[in-house]
């Protein structure tokens, strides 16, 4: 049987900024991410299962990403917890705003990591993360394959 891989897109719009960082990302400001999940697995060949010819339901795979990452992620503001953004973190927060702490520098390619790491804990036995993209501008984006890592 073979392999197959299987793309959903996903977009969200996210602030951050980069605490210790030389240029103009130092600056709170916004992305309209788009992000690109592929999967890779085996059509399910049992004529009897309602999922018959599909690696995953295109349902099932937008339900963990959603859940996992755009609903968490859309209209919030992402800072590293371990610098001083956590004061400004915390004003947001008492002020009402969405904010997420991470324990990582919020780049595009720390994101990436990120997300792939939740995912993976939702797909199915059969069904392998195979790569994600995360496109923050028209021209700059971060890819994460399984296959180097």
């Keep these: 049987m073979s392999n197959i891989r299987i793309t959903k897109q996903f977009s969200f719009e996210t602030g951050h900024a980069l605490y ?9 400001h ?4 788009k992000l690109s999940v592929t999967v890779i ?17 295109f349902g099932d795979l937008k339900k963990i990403v959603k859940e996992e990452i755009v609903d968490v992620f859309d209209h919030a503001t ?3 917890k371990n610098t001083p953004h ?3 973190a915390k004003e947001l927060i008492d002020r009402g705003h969405h904010v997420i702490l991470v324990d990582y520098q919020p780049t ?11 995912i993976i804990k ?16 028209e021209t700059s984006f971060a890819e994460w394959y399984a296959s180097d890592n």
């Design 20 to 28: 210790g960082y030389d240029g103009k990302c130092k600056n709170v």
């Design 30 to 33: 916004g992305h309209s991410y």
């Design 41 to 57: 697995g085996q059509p399910i060949m049992n004529s009897s299962n309602v999922k018959h010819g599909m690696v995953i339901d």
């Design 78 to 80: 992402v800072f590293n």
């Design 86 to 88: 956590v004061e400004l």
């Design 108 to 118: 595009s390619e720390m994101m990436v990591i990120d997300f792939a790491q939740k």
């Design 122 to 137: 939702y797909l199915p036995g059969n069904i392998k993360l195979y790569s994600l993209k995360l496109q923050e501008t």
